[in-house]
Each structure stands twice: as structure tokens, then as C-alpha cells.
């Protein structure tokens, strides 16, 4: 890992219910209890690959509280690093979490409220919500819905509210580094990262990436990113010593 092999202690891990993390366990039937204290039995499934922004963040700010547990972490240099839409996420634990230090958002996705754009959008997200809390309709089995190009099934009333964009500017002492691809063909950068850089309060910058589109910054523009990451790191997490 770039960060690594450039001195930081770094940790990454996968969302629950994506790659090797395990997913959350729901009953699939009424449970069955006992007398109190006994096991309860139950039949479960277990929900994987759902796009829940909600959850994800809280994965993250347990990793931010776990990591602060081991010995190796500076707890006064901690930085986070987010891709696509977990380049809002990272915002997000910013806003909330004033232990994190500096943050980079590579090609971010940060405003989710087109759930509720339009009367279709929003009937659509108010009425899978309804369904689900009375049973109607469950979760996606894994890999059985795409967004475009996409992977992963939206949770549309878990996303409605979720706008790490107005964000930026609840967490003044967090340097923001928004690197953005100047051919983004996912969403407009003027309303993502453009956005979150212009209400950011600390230390800012923003990087347009030329003649690259969204996963970019996956291939030809890999090396030119990770530098660009690990200088923002240097300079906001070492100081003095990457003056040196």
C-alpha cells in the first residue's frame, strides 16, 4: 500500500457485508424465546452488498475509534482517505470526529439526496420504505442489482438524507484535499466535490484531474493521485518532520 511504504500506519477494511467483512444478520421469521436468559432461536439471512450510507459511516468511525486503540497510532495525526462515494464518507467522519486531522476525497460522491428529486424519485424511496418496514420486500440478494455501471443495491430511504457535501465546513481543523476528474460522467463535479471544497473552512485544495473520467483515477491517473495524497499527508500530518 502507497501509504504505507511512505511511512503512515495505515489501515483499510471493507464495509460490512462487502468483501471479507461479514454482513448484517436480520430474522427471517418471528424468533422464538424462551424463558429469559435462554437461547433464542431464530432463522436469519445475512444482507450483502446494499449501498447504505448510514452504515458504512459507522464502520468508518468504528475504525477511526478501533485504530486509536493500538499502539502504532498518532491519535493527533489521523487522516482519511475515501474514493468515489466513500470520498464523502470521509467528510462525513470529519464533521463528526475532530481527532481527524486531514482528509483527501478522490472523484467524491457526496450528495445522495437524488433519491427524493422529482415526485417519482421521492413516491418511489417513501414507498420501498413503507414496504420494508412491514415486511413487503427484503434486501437484493448479492449482485443482483446494478446502478449503471455500478454494483450494490441503494437503500433509497437510508440514502434520502445523506449529504456529506453541506458538511465540509463543520470540521474547520481538518485539512480537505478534493481531487475531482475533469470528465466525471457520474454526476456533476459542481455539485459533489466543487461544492464541499467551496464550504470547507481549513486548510483546502482542489485538483482537477484533466482527460480522465470517473475511474481514472483507478488507472492511467493512479501514481499521479496516490503523490498527490501522500504530499497533502505529508504536509498536513508530518509538519516539521516532512520538511525535514
Given amino acids: 500500500m502507497a501509504f504505507a511504504r511512505s511511512g503512515y500506519f495505515a489501515v483499510a477494511f471493507d464495509y460490512r457485508g462487502w468483501g471479507k467483512s461479514e454482513g448484517r444478520i436480520v430474522s427471517t421469521r418471528p424468533l422464538v424465546r424462551g424463558k429469559s436468559g435462554d437461547p433464542i432461536a431464530a432463522d436469519v439471512t445475512e444482507i450483502r452488498e446494499v449501498v447504505d450510507p448510514l452504515d458504512q459511516t459507522t464502520d468508518l468511525a468504528n475504525a477511526i475509534h478501533w485504530v486509536c486503540g493500538e499502539k502504532q497510532c498518532d491519535r493527533d495525526r489521523i487522516g482519511l482517505w475515501g474514493s468515489s462515494y466513500s470520498g464523502g464518507h470521509v467528510v462525513y ?71 456529506p457535501v453541506e458538511e465540509a465546513d463543520k470540521a474547520p481543523g481538518c485539512a480537505m484535499l478534493f481531487l475531482i476528474a475533469e470528465k466525471e460522467e457520474l454526476f456533476n463535479n459542481n455539485d459533489h466535490g466543487v461544492k464541499a471544497f467551496n464550504r470547507a473552512k481549513g486548510p483546502k485544495k482542489l485538483v482537477e484531474i ?35
Fill in 93 to 163: 467522519a470529519a464533521a463528526r470526529d475532530a481527532r481527524v486531522k486531514a482528509t483527501v476525497s478522490q472523484v467524491p460522491g457526496m450528495d445522495s439526496r437524488f433519491v427524493l428529486a422529482g415526485i417519482k424519485a421521492k413516491e418511489q424511496t417513501f414507498d420501498e420504505a413503507t414496504k420494508r418496514t412491514h415486511g413487503e420486500i427484503g434486501y437484493p440478494p448479492p449482485s443482483a442489482v446494478t446502478v449503471g455501471s455500478l454494483r450494490g443495491a441503494p437503500i433509497r430511504e437510508r440514502l434520502m438524507n445523506y449529504a
Fill in 210 to 244: 484533466p482527460n480522465i473520467t470517473h475511474y481514472g483515477v483507478y488507472n492511467e491517473a493512479r501514481q499521479q493521485v496516490q503523490k498527490l495524497a501522500i504530499e497533502w499527508f505529508d504536509e498536513h500530518l508530518k509538519g516539521s518532520e516532512a520538511e525535514k
